[in-house]
Nanobody, 128 residues
């Protein structure tokens, strides 16, 4: 059972912070680049961030640069997305995904089709 499980979502006020976690079961994340995606109601799924298998490189969509930070702890088989200064437009279901290609392109973010494994998503709602 190769699974990714997201957690850490919830309701937060604008300007607040959340940290999402993506934990793997059934396989190790050591050999995968990990991407975070999000999908808002009525909109296409979009890439948010990517981190290479070693954690040596990261990439972000422009709208979250300076606010979101992706990181990983391979010893814990977990990837994180720290989200600060949240805005209502960040409201979405957030998904993590694993790509065996290991690396992250710098421009543009790797498309969803490059990722082999996906979690079920965690809801992030930014509202007062």
């Amino acid at each position: 059972q190769l699974q990714l499980v997201e957690s850490g979502g919830g309701l937060v006020q604008p300007g607040g912070s959340l940290r999402l976690s993506c934990a793997a079961s059934g396989f190790t994340l050591d050999y995968y680049a990990i991407g975070w995606f999000r999908q808002a109601p009525g909109k296409e799924r979009e890439g948010v961030s990517c981190i290479s298998s070693s954690g040596g490189s990261t990439n972000y969509r422009d709208s979250v640069k300076g606010r979101f930070t992706i990181s990983r702890d391979n010893a814990k088989n977990t990837v994180y997305l720290q989200m600060n200064s949240l805005k209502p437009e960040d409201t979405a279901v957030y998904y993590c995904a694993a790509d065996p290609k290991r690396s992250c392109t710098q421009a543009p973010l790797k498309p969803a089709t490059w990722y082999d494994y996906w979690g079920q998503g965690t809801q992030v709602t930014v509202s007062s």
